[in-house]
């Protein structure tokens, strides 16, 4: 029977955007399943009452903005929709130090390997860093505790995927507001704005200065006849008539409706709990995929994410103002206590602003009022709360050895439910170097540190980088795909996201893994 597709895409974030774009651009017919909205500036979360969560357990009722995994000894923030991680992700598309490849990966993978593929990734995300007329505040504090502590030349700019208007200037008056943003319609042919610094990244850029996958890839494989499927939800893989059947489930009216389409090649680019999840589940539970290596779930990372504050620092912090992200000093080196990791500014949105934003903008009030609200919004929002608190994030090298697994809880035998077995005192090492520098940075300001309590007193993290379940390897006793992304045992079947990582690349991974992607994309004939 002749399949429905060339290629079916699991995923639209960094490894399922690219590689359904590039596999469209040769001509392929590729669909692309996400699990998922389809998100627009009118529905990004701003009230309490918006779409802020997703339920993995009940997505038909809930499916929102932010998807939290609790895990055992660590708490996973993913995003949902299309455009995948990019939509929640704070923009940073940076290199990894190139020798982070000599140990573990396939001999194919290498930095040079990998250079034009990082080059593309950072061509079509548009990497830049933040013009040096508009470093936000925290940027300055950066700068300077790293300069006071000795790492002045470890201290640099990051790349990140924000288009900026090189005239904006904190100096404007309410330089914040919406209407500062300048429109432009990209190359490929979408409406987006300039960033106005409002601290909202995360929850989604209203001016759409962000340039996300559902801006760039996503278009260019639609334009190249792709086709982009919300709200449908994969739960299995089974070989069919010489390509693969791949079993979902579409949302719809709070409903779950099954389906399937087939193809003859697949490509699981879910991240690395979702694509591991759906092997796991059709090597063991449906039993369709049973040759999979046993390796499937290892080598688990949170990346070494850590996240901490420092308060009452005597100049204006301003933590909203700004992209999320803007610099860092890297220790990938491991002159810190042999231990190797990067230390980077953080931010938070204006929580409280939005709110008062979002009940202004949907008011039916019209007129002089309106307009005086917003004057008046414009101003508290020169005045956010926490002035003077400092967030430090952190990326490292941990253990990355996770493992992933289908277990069941007690009090619902009858489900199986994927649990994480991960030893903390393996990657507790580099957290300890990450804290005591964060604390070093901290205090070097004249602020008071505070390492969050669920660190100190229960060793609990929470990550936005999930990586591995679905390694690299040389043959099926070492890893579950090879250097191409292939699944051994199973010809055309790939994975193609940060689950194939065999470690922690010790710093933001998502151009790592639309490099991958990218080589990934390259190799499919």
């Not at 040096?132 to 640099?156: C, E, M, S, W």
């Not at 909203?320 to 810190?336: H, Y």
């Not at 300890?432 to 309590?453: C, H, N, T, Y």
Request: hydrophobic letters at 35%; one cysteine or more.
């Amino acid at each position: 029977m002749a399949k429905t597709f060339d290629v079916i895409v699991i995923g639209s974030g960094f490894g399922g955007a690219i590689t359904g774009c590039r596999l469209a651009e040769k001509g392929l017919k590729v669909l692309i399943l996400e699990r998922g909205r389809r998100w627009h500036v009118d529905e990004y979360p701003r009230a309490p009452e918006d779409a802020w969560f997703y339920d993995h357990k009940e997505p038909q009722l809930q499916n929102g903005w932010l998807d939290f995994r609790f895990l055992r000894k660590m708490v996973v923030a993913q995003g949902a929709g299309v455009g995948g991680g990019s939509l929640v992700y704070a923009n940073v598309c940076v290199e990894p130090n190139p020798d982070i490849f000599e140990h573990d990966w396939p001999p194919e993978i290498t930095y040079n390997e990998l250079k034009p593929h990082y080059d593309m990734v950072g061509k079509m995300l548009r990497a830049n860093a933040v013009p040096p007329n508009q470093l936000p505040p925290k940027q300055h504090l950066i700068h300077d505790a790293a300069v006071k502590l000795g790492y002045g030349d470890r201290f640099g700019s990051l790349p990140i995927a924000i288009s900026f208007d090189p005239e904006f200037s904190y100096d404007r008056e309410n330089p914040f507001a919406d209407d500062k943003s300048k429109p432009f319609i990209n190359e490929f042919g979408q409406e987006q704005g300039t960033c106005v610094h409002c601290g909202n990244c995360d929850l989604g850029c209203q001016v759409k200065a962000r340039n996300t996958l559902d801006l760039n890839y996503i278009p260019l494989a639609e334009q190249h006849g792709a086709e982009v499927r919300p709200l449908h939800i994969v739960k299995y893989i089974e070989p069919a008539d010489g390509g693969y059947r791949v079993y979902y489930d579409r949302l719809e009216n709070e409903r779950r409706i099954p389906g399937t389409e087939t193809a003859d090649r697949v490509i699981i680019a879910g991240g690395s709990l979702n694509s591991t999840e759906i092997l796991l589940r059709s090597k063991l539970q449906y039993k369709t995929l049973p040759l999979v290596s046993d390796r499937l779930g290892d080598n688990w990372s949170s990346n070494a994410d850590f996240l901490s504050t420092s308060d009452k620092h005597p100049q204006n912090v301003l933590p909203s103002e700004g992209p999320t992200i803007t610099s860092i000093i890297n220790f990938g080196d491991g002159v810190i206590d042999n231990k190797r990791f990067v230390i980077e500014d953080g931010g938070k949105p204006d929580f409280l602003g939005n709110i008062l934003k979002a009940k202004i903008e949907r008011t039916r009030i019209i007129g002089l009022f309106k307009k005086l609200l917003r004057i008046w919004y414009g101003y508290e929002q020169k005045h956010v709360a926490q002035p003077h608190v400092m967030y430090w994030f952190a990326a490292g090298v941990d253990a990355a050895d996770g493992r992933l697994s289908l277990g069941r809880h007690w009090w619902a035998p009858w489900q199986r439910v994927l649990k994480l077995d991960w030893k903390v005192a393996h990657s507790k090492p580099v957290i300890d170097a990450i804290v005591k520098m964060q604390e070093r940075l901290g205090q070097s300001m004249g602020g008071d540190s505070d390492i969050p309590w669920t660190w100190r007193y229960f060793a609990n993290l929470i990550t936005a980088h999930p990586l591995g379940g679905c390694k690299m390897g040389t043959t099926a006793a070492d890893g579950v795909v090879d250097h191409r992304g292939e699944v051994f045992g199973y010809p055309n079947l790939y994975v193609a996201d940060g689950s194939i990582l065999p470690e922690s690349v010790g710093i933001n991974p998502s151009r790592t893994i639309g490099a991958l992607a990218e080589r990934i994309a390259a190799l499919i004939e």
